[in-house]
């Protein structure tokens, strides 16, 4: 029996660790060739590795979204060695809690280079390709994929600057559905909750303490459980866009 995503090629940046890694791997078993982006290489190779082991395809390329040079490389490279691209996956982020009063404005720089132009440098590198898979078998659709999150939703005390980072994007991604999705490129965010990655690992350790005390009890959403949801994103008939997923863990309000 084929698998869903066979013939097409997806990239997915951030692939380095959690939900990219994770998502790269389960697009694989799908039967998409995969392109893994992210900056740390190491950690790249050991993904392709796996890949490889269960029957998948894919390629390493170091990438820093942040560099718009470096994001429309990333998509080149994807076309030049698998000829096409299909699938998007923009999962790049980074997540620095803390007050705005006294805050150090170069964490406000990273998340809105990572979270907000990155995702967008990344599209734009990618619109091309993908208005031209949807004409063509053996899908006659493409998909773009923004990791978002329920920050994009909420606002909280201590993330004003991450929610504007994750709301910019939201909006940056409905205008952009409304482009093209007559095109048959759909474009869909997924929004998570607390999930148990190193997203959190990144803050200082004052703020990494009130993290873990904010979730302390509750089972966090695990990186596949947001794969799988990316995967029937991706793999949902063409007359079916899904546009947005809001997923938390039952004990999150």
Do not use: C
């Not at 959690?18 to 982006?37: K, N």
């Not at 994001?71 to 790049?92: E, M, P, Y």
């Not at 990655?197 to 005390?213: D, F, G, K, M, W």
């Amino acid at each position: 029996m084929a698998n869903p995503l066979d013939g097409t090629v997806a990239l997915v940046t951030g692939a380095s660790s959690g939900i990219g890694e994770q998502t790269a791997a389960t697009l694989a078993g799908l039967g998409a060739a995969v392109v893994v982006a992210a900056r740390r290489v190491d950690r790249l190779d050991a993904l392709v590795q796996r890949i490889g082991d269960t029957g998948g395809r894919a390629v390493a390329v170091a990438a820093d979204v942040t560099d718009e040079d470096q994001a429309h490389a990333a998509v080149a490279a994807a076309v030049d060695r698998f000829g096409r691209l299909d699938t998007v996956v923009a999962n790049a982020g980074v997540m620095l809690l803390g007050p705005i009063v006294g805050a150090d404005t170069a964490e406000w720089r990273r998340m809105l280079e990572l979270n907000t132009l990155g995702a967008m440098y990344t599209a734009h590198a990618a619109l091309p390709h993908l208005l031209a898979a949807a004409e063509q078998d053996p899908r006659n659709v493409a998909d773009l994929v923004i990791t978002s999150s329920v920050a994009g939703r909420q606002v909280r005390q201590g993330s004003g600057v991450y929610n504007a980072s994750k709301h910019a994007v939201g909006a940056f991604a409905e205008a952009l559905r409304m482009e093209v999705t007559q095109r048959h490129v759909r474009v869909s965010l997924i929004e998570p909750g607390a999930v148990a990655t190193e997203l959190a690992s990144h803050n200082r350790p004052e703020v990494q303490e009130q993290i873990q005390q904010r979730f302390e009890g509750g089972d966090r959403l695990q990186a596949d459980d947001i794969a799988r949801t990316i995967a029937f994103v991706v793999t949902s008939p063409r007359h079916m866009a899904v546009n947005e997923v809001l997923i938390r863990p039952t004990w999150q309000v």
